[in-house]
């Protein structure tokens, strides 16, 4: 909201039009967040969000018909013509008409389904835009949650290149949700890990309710929030089960290696073939964003790379939600809390530790750290996954020049004991570039610690994981 004001600000006093680009993954606010901009903003302003699949001409049609009802087109006492037009080209003009002489706002939402049902669509806005709105007191707005087809909208290789600021709108942080929601450290990041920070689903959420009172209700509902965001976040993905599809599917179900997701995702004619496998988890990786790619860190190159689905409540429907609403589906939602009860411990274990990890690099970037040189932390495992260490932090990525730290997150009921420490002690000595001595151990844990008066150089707990984002 901050920014958008101070581009309009920009508009108001310079005459001239200023163009920004917000781009975010599908259920994250981005429309609602807009149009309370447009509500605050006491300008005139048009919003047009596009439909999926509509033909240009419906489109088009469909630009007028909401322009003519809009306040900018009261504000500028101009009547936009009802029929069809020529297309894009002249429905901008149309537009242009329509500006008023004091600021305003227009908004295109879901630019990429814009994009990709008429060819022509960029290089008509570019030209709109240079011969026709640039020069007007205007900010325009385009949205889109197609996040590589929003960043390739003002590609160096694209017409709008150069002439739109870009604006990520990422999920709701923890201690935006704990806020939101009431709650404490502990069960505010665990509201985080099952919501993923998207708004809809905190909003379905009662104030203070802890998070086992609330799974437990939305085991009685097939249709919670819960289930039909990231239900309906896979079908627009996904909408045919392919490939892809079960590609992702696999990894929510922890298959997280190259050679376990080519099995679980493959079928009766045996495995998915690596040279298909590999150029799809980078497509779903860098274009996609769904899943998220992590390599162990250390002082020599490592491997093998890690996948998970980037987004926790994906993650949570994937590996116990879907599960879950299928039982409340056929009326029983006691058997769905029995899954829930059942697989909540480990996934909760597992799903926390890139969140550990990146309130630690907050930390660290912050000089809150003991080594106040580290500036990434990522994790350490060998090829038999023999040790597996969950926190290393070191001065950069993807391979360090030093390591400062190695540690362990250990997130259920019982505190981090001195077996811990003796695990941890000796699964740092094989990270290459971990040097005894020279080199720290840290420990986060839900429970607290029960090391006999034996110490680690950082201890962390709930309250100092949330910190990391409430001092943001």
Known sequence: MRLLSKRLDRVSGSGEGAAVAVRGRRQVGKSRLVQEFCDRADVPYFYFAATKGASPVESVTGFLAELADSSLAAAADVSPPSGVT??????????????????????????PWLAEQDEVFGGALQTAWDRLWSRRPVLLVLLGSDLHMMERLTAYDRPFYGRADNLVLGPLNPAEVGTALGLEAAEAIDAHLVTGGLPGIVRSWAHAVPPAEFLRQECEDPAAPLFSVPESALMAEFPAPDQARRVVEAIGGDSRTHANIAAAAGSSHGQVPSGTLSPLLRKLAEEKRVLAVDHPLSTVAGKPALHRV??????????????????ARRGRPQTGRRVLERQWTTWRGRAVEPLVREALEIAGQAGELPWPETAVV?????????????????????????????????WIGTPFDRHDLTALRRGALEIPGYEAGRCGLAVVSLSGEDLGGEEVDLLWGAGDVMNCWNAL
């Open 86 to 111: 020529g297309g894009w080209a002249d429905a901008f003009r149309v537009l242009a008409s329509a500006l008023p002489e004091r600021p305003s706002i227009v908004v295109l939402d879901e630019v």
């Open 310 to 327: 980037a987004d926790s409540n994906l993650r949570f429907y994937l590996s116990i939600g879907r599960a879950v609403q299928e039982q």
């Open 378 to 410: 990522g994790g350490w495992w060998n090829r038999q996954h023999n040790p597996e260490i969950d926190l290393v932090g070191a001065d950069r990525t993807p391979v360090a020049g030093r390591i400062d730290f190695a540690g362990s997150v250990k």
